[in-house]
């Protein structure tokens, strides 16, 4: 079956900071992979994706590379800012013939604290 | 264009009750899907509808179901609830049918369910 790991939480880093959020996959069939971004109160936002593997998902500074060599797609930012706390989940689809389907595996989810 | 609607955002009932909650997709998207999120298990996935059919199921008890209407609105209903079944449950729409196009998924902010 499909899984999804990341890195354990929660990450506590000053502005302005380097972050990486590790995450590594098991999936059947070509997963398509993502990161969602989930602020307090709120459901979750689609932050970046990648489709097929070296592809390269984008989006406010966030970047993160679908490797299928090593099964993995770690979310990386080269200076967050306190707006950027949140909890952000690492998750795949698969689709594969005959069984077309969203279903979305997640991580458990990783909690960022910037702090000024 | 408006997000992907739920209610009640929040919602007390007690054990052995049913409920029913509700959602409202993005207009024009065909594709809903619900998932139950919990601190010990985080995301899980529940019912995938398209054109009023469930396409998928995930490992819930038969105490969970859902439907999809003509307009692509979509309940979920909990019988006899549990204390186990408090929870934010999440609806995602999408526009391309389940399995197609690029996968992309819209959450609504959630429903937070309490059972005392």
């Known amino acids: 079956g499909n899984s999804v790991t990341q890195m354990e939480g929660p990450v506590t880093l000053s502005e302005e900071a380097f972050l990486t959020i590790n995450c590594t996959y098991t999936a059947t069939g070509y997963p398509s992979l993502f990161w969602y971004v989930q602020y307090p109160g709120e459901g979750l936002q689609l932050l970046l994706k990648?489709?097929?593997?070296?592809d390269k998902g984008s989006n406010k500074g966030f970047e993160a590379t679908y490797r299928k060599e090593t099964t993995s797609f770690h979310l990386e930012k080269g200076s967050v800012q306190v707006s950027d706390s949140a909890v952000y989940f690492c998750?795949?689809?698969?689709?594969?013939?005959?069984?077309?389907?969203?279903?979305?595996?997640f991580g458990k989810g990783t909690k960022l604290s910037v702090i000024p | 264009k408006a997000g992907v609607t739920q209610t009640p955002r929040y919602l007390i009932k007690t054990r052995g009750q049913q409920v029913t909650l509700s959602c409202s997709p993005i207009?024009?998207?065909?594709?809903v899907s619900w998932y139950q999120q919990t601190p010990g298990q985080g995301l899980q996935f529940l019912f995938e509808y398209f054109s009023e059919t469930q396409r998928n199921k995930g490992n819930f008890p038969g105490r969970f179901s859902g439907r999809q209407f003509s307009n692509s609105r979509s309940e979920m209903n909990v019988s006899t609830l549990e204390l186990g079944d408090s929870a934010l449950y999440l609806c995602a729409s999408s526009i391309d049918p389940p399995g197609q196009g690029h996968n992309e998924q819209f959450f609504g902010p959630g429903t937070r369910l309490t059972v005392l």
């Open positions: 990648a489709t097929k593997a070296d």
């Open positions: 998750a795949l689809t698969t689709t594969y013939s005959g069984a077309g389907s969203y279903q979305l595996t």
């Open positions: 207009s024009g998207h065909r594709s």
